[in-house]
């Protein structure tokens, strides 16, 4: 199976429900169907070749999700980056995975426009908006593609099987340059059916995405809502939080993805203004939900199933809590997810015993091929698995599992903070500074220091109104914490930076603080 038969498929059995909600404005199947035929259509005349990468770059839209479709349906693979990136890192990327195709919008295309003699690859760039009078003939006004579609023409045809590349998913670059996850049809179908299997997707869902479709868990949720029939409602963001849950009321959305930046804006609103009745589930993951957090999320949804899941681009999922289980192990981020193996090795890959640390490897047909053109780090993280020829992933988290198979993060191998010859987890910190009365959002990481290896550093972010002071902190951690664990450095900020992904970047948060 290819991943454009998600749209496919729904679009033959329910062609007149509503797909795709922006705004006030809602497409059904059939006529996303459409658009994505004719612009596959167009790319092919245009010269495109079975493989060829097509960079998307817009914000969540219509034109984003026709286009992913369109390139697959062409023989493609699809590269979505973030409508932030900078012109200078958008040539990097387009060089990088040698793009011929780009989908933009006209303000992007014309600060594009001056750099296209260090693009030898690109050949069109196809542009939402207004067009200018001086784009050069290769920038193509996208309206013209598809606003002129034929009803009847149907896809061209089909050019892969499902063990071609599909995706090239592009990392932060936290730990250095971008690299380009490669992701074949198989990765994602897989991982699209067994998340679909344990959130219990269904045609009668209704998905409010706020994520960027840049972001994995916000391209997935793209084809969650499409492989079940569902409706898919899209917003650009989550910066202005009541307009949004007023369209969750209006729509009756049931399933509502988040990460702990979402969790923090809801838990400081009075979300019983709101109609959360048909609201089914919540999900979580890019990084864990501290148990504060899930209990005050339970407090004010208490008839909303609440899923903490681990993952990483490298495999898009790992596992998920039941919801079931949320009460019981609110610390753990669950089990493997159906049709999957997980398992904890040390550091001469022999598998651990129930409560030892150690790098989590997941095994599954959710394993990305590896990363692009990165021979040498591909080799260093997917390594011989149980099969002759088969690669597991070796994720570079740690992880400890209890006597029935639940995981528990533990952090980073590369976040670990070394202090006093000790190894403390940023995160255990971070939950028990979370569970004091008035902390909206926190930050640990650790910072030089000549005495002590490592100072570990607190930054925190008070909820609105909250009068916390350094002694509140020291106390809190004193009675919770053991002397080693205790933040030498502690400040106080309005909002702590995030990465385009909503998690919070460790790397920004570099300046000194008044110690504690």
Not at 60 to 70: K, M, P, R
Not at 389 to 416: C, I, Q, W
């Amino acid at each position: 199976m290819q991943v454009e038969a998600f749209l496919e498929q729904s679009a033959a059995r329910v062609p007149h429900k509503t797909a795709l909600v922006v705004g006030d404005r809602r497409w059904t199947y059939r006529q996303l169907d459409v658009s994505a035929n004719a612009q596959a259509r167009h790319l092919q005349a245009d010269g495109l070749a079975r493989w060829d990468r097509v960079v998307i770059q817009l914000e969540n839209g219509v034109e984003a999700v026709t286009s992913v479709f369109a390139a697959l349906k062409a023989g493609g693979v699809f590269v979505v980056v973030n409508p932030q990136v900078k012109p200078d890192k958008l040539v990097f990327l387009l060089n990088d995975c040698r793009a011929t195709a780009l989908v933009t919008d006209a303000s992007r295309a014309n600060a594009l426009a001056a750099s296209l003699s260090n693009l030898p690859h690109l050949r069109h760039v196809y542009v939402t908006g207004s067009p200018s009078s001086d784009w050069p003939p290769s920038f193509v006004p996208l309206d013209e593609v598809i606003g002129h579609a034929d009803q009847d023409a149907g896809p061209p045809p089909a050019r892969c099987i499902d063990i071609d590349l599909a995706a090239l998913i592009y990392t932060s670059g936290s730990t250095g340059r971008p690299k380009g996850v490669m992701l074949t049809h198989r990765n994602i179908t897989s991982a699209t059916a067994s998340i679909a299997a344990y959130l219990k997707s269904r045609g009668s869902d209704v998905i409010l995405n706020v994520l960027p479709l840049a972001f994995d868990y916000g391209l997935y949720q793209v084809f969650l809502a499409f492989t079940a029939g569902a409706t898919l409602v899209l917003e650009r963001s989550f910066t202005f939080p009541h307009p949004v849950l007023e369209q969750l009321t209006r729509e009756r959305v049931t399933g509502f993805p988040i990460v702990p930046t979402i969790a923090t804006l809801l838990l400081q609103m009075d979300l019983s203004r709101y109609d959360l009745s048909s609201l089914r589930y919540i999900t979580n993951t890019a990084a864990a939900l501290s148990p504060a957090r899930i209990a005050a999320l339970r407090r004010a949804c208490p008839h909303v199933q609440i899923y903490s899941m681990y993952g990483l681009t490298e495999c898009k999922r790992v596992s998920y809590l039941p919801p079931d289980q949320i009460d019981i192990r609110p610390g753990s981020v669950g089990r493997g997810m159906p049709n999957e193996e997980v398992y904890i090795v040390d550091e001469l890959g022999n598998r651990v015993a129930p409560g030892a640390v150690g790098e989590l490897v997941v095994r599954g047909a959710n394993v990305m091929k590896g990363y692009w053109e990165r021979p040498e780090e591909t080799a260093r993280v997917l390594r011989p698995g149980v099969l002759p020829d088969e690669k597991v992933l070796y994720t570079g988290d740690l992880f400890t599992a209890d006597d029935e198979g639940y995981l528990y993060f533990v952090g980073r191998r590369d976040d670990m903070i070394k202090t006093r010859g000790e190894k403390v987890s940023p995160r255990e910190v971070e939950d028990v500074i979370l569970e004091l009365d008035g902390v909206a959002e926190v930050s640990v990481t650790g910072m030089p220091d000549e005495l002590l290896g490592q100072a570990i550093k607190a930054v925190i972010q008070p909820k609105r109104g909250a009068a916390l002071t350094l002694q509140d902190v020291r106390r809190h951690c004193a009675t919770r914490l053991e002397d080693y664990m205790r933040p030498q450095i502690v400040e106080f900020t309005t909002a702590l930076p995030t990465t385009g992904t909503g998690k919070i970047s460790r790397r920004a948060l570099t300046t000194t603080g008044e110690p504690a």
